[in-house]
């Protein structure tokens, strides 16, 4: 089974963990931006796209993007970072795309960015300083074998859930943080 290429970019998900202190935060669903919504547990989930494309070019279904969403949370919820992934295309210099994406996230001192460009098969992990102190290099590399291992075999959204619980166990829970 062969990847699908994807044309153009896809939406973009990051996983936000909760309210100061333990305290969720009142928010009211009005003042949300469209494509935001309130969870049961308070958090607020946000899909943006980017560019449309039709149901056919769209590499995940609802529900697979409902269980991206939930790996991107929990892993930022257990580590205390901020996970987003990026699935697109990353131009002729991957790396300074990925770092420009990176930068634009809040907080992206302590964010960890897994984009991933199918079309010409490149994966890229990039942490911030403060992510960087929590997951080294190695830990990274690892991910990203197991992630290109699944894409091989045509299991694309297998491939970002393991390379994301890879990537939280190497950055280890909140507690090891300081």
Do not use: W
């Not at 993007?65 to 295309?89: C, I, K, Q, W």
């Amino acid at each position: 089974m062969r990847l699908r290429p994807v044309v153009g970019e896809v939406p973009v998900a990051t996983g936000e963990h909760g309210g100061h202190g333990g305290a969720l935060a009142e928010i009211d669903p009005n003042d949300l931006p469209e494509g935001s919504v309130v969870t049961s547990s308070g958090r607020v989930s946000t899909a943006e796209v980017f560019q449309e494309l039709s149901r056919a070019d769209q590499p995940f279904s609802p529900v697979q993007l409902s269980r991206l969403d939930e790996a991107l949370t929990l892993a930022s919820r257990e580590t205390g970072l901020r996970f987003s992934v990026y699935l697109g295309d990353l131009g002729d210099k991957p790396d300074q795309r990925v770092a420009q994406l990176h930068d634009q996230l809040e907080g992206s001192a302590e964010a960890v960015m897994v984009a991933v460009d199918p079309e010409h098969r490149v994966v890229e992990v990039l942490t911030g300083p403060e992510a960087r102190l929590r997951l080294p290099d190695r830990g990274a590399k690892l991910a990203v074998m197991s992630m290109v291992a699944s894409f091989r075999e045509g299991d694309l959204l297998g491939g970002l859930l393991s390379g994301l619980r890879m990537l939280a166990d190497q950055a280890g829970g909140r507690a090891r943080t300081r």
